[in-house]
T-cell receptor, first 113, second 109 residues
Framework: SQTIHQWPATLVQPVGSPLSLECTVE??????LYWYRQAAGRGLQLLFY??????ISSEVPQNLSASRPQDRQFILSSKKLLLSDSGFYLC????????????FGPGTRLLVL | GQNIDQPTEMTATEGAIVQINCTYQ??????LFWYQQHAGEAPTFLSY??LDGLEEKGRFSSFLSRSKGYSYLLLKELQMKDSASYLC??????????WGAGTKLIIKP
């Protein structure tokens, strides 16, 4: 069966510090991968998605970036965090079939102070 | 533009039935998903509709009318553990999910 991991679970960072969140998927190959952010009490905002190694599509211009160095690894980064980057960051995967469901990792709660 | 509308919050009584509505306007349609999200946790998949009609899964059912741009999630025999947010998402013409803001369901004893 497939599993998706995210770490860390919780992170408190000062404004201006860098960020690196990691997501890995097991039990599948060539998945579509997604990074979402959810502000408190709000819906999901798609940040980035990837259909393959080195292929990243950005949905929202911001100070975040994403990379996919390996087939089942997806990394979200920032060089300098802003207060507005606080939120719940969720990684999701889906098989290459378009009608398939997206499945979410446990999430990382980021607080920027 | 693309838009998904759901009520912000609903309250229901344990053991009762509740219907959560979702209306959508999207560029293309390749199916509608319902997810459940407990506070502080990730969303989990509940149901998928791509054809008109009702899909039943135990206590949960989901209905779709493509001509009306409308879906609902029906929860029967409500339990306290059903207290959560319920997210409606539509797969658009590019197979990307467009998300509603979610409906927070509060269950009272």
């Amino acid at each position: 069966s497939q599993t998706i991991h995210q770490w860390p679970a919780t992170l408190v960072q000062p404004v201006g510090s860098p960020l690196s969140l990691e997501c890995t998927v097991e039990g599948t190959s060539n998945p579509n991968l997604y990074w979402y952010r959810q502000a408190a009490g709000r819906g999901l905002q798609l940040l980035f998605y990837s259909v393959g190694i080195g292929q990243i599509s950005s949905e929202v211009p911001q100070n975040l970036s994403a990379s996919r160095p390996q087939d089942r690894q997806f990394i979200l980064s920032s060089k300098k965090l802003l207060l507005s980057d606080s939120g719940f960051y969720l990684c999701a995967w889906r098989s290459g079939q378009e009608w398939e469901t997206q499945y979410f990792g446990p999430g990382t709660r980021l607080l920027v102070l | 533009g693309q838009n998904i509308d759901q009520p912000t919050e609903m309250t229901a009584t344990e053991g009762a039935i509740v219907q959560i509505n979702c209306t959508y306007q999207t560029s293309g349609f390749n199916g509608l998903f319902w997810y459940q999200q407990h506070a502080g946790e990730a969303p989990t998949f509940l149901s998928y509709n791509v054809l008109d009609g009702l899909e039943e899964k135990g206590r949960f059912s989901s209905f779709l009318s493509r001509s009306k741009g409308y879906s609902y999630l029906l929860l029967k025999e409500l339990q306290m553990k059903d207290s959560a947010s319920y997210l409606c998402a539509v797969s658009d013409s590019n197979y990307q999910l467009i998300w509603g803001a979610g409906t927070k369901l509060i269950i009272k004893p």
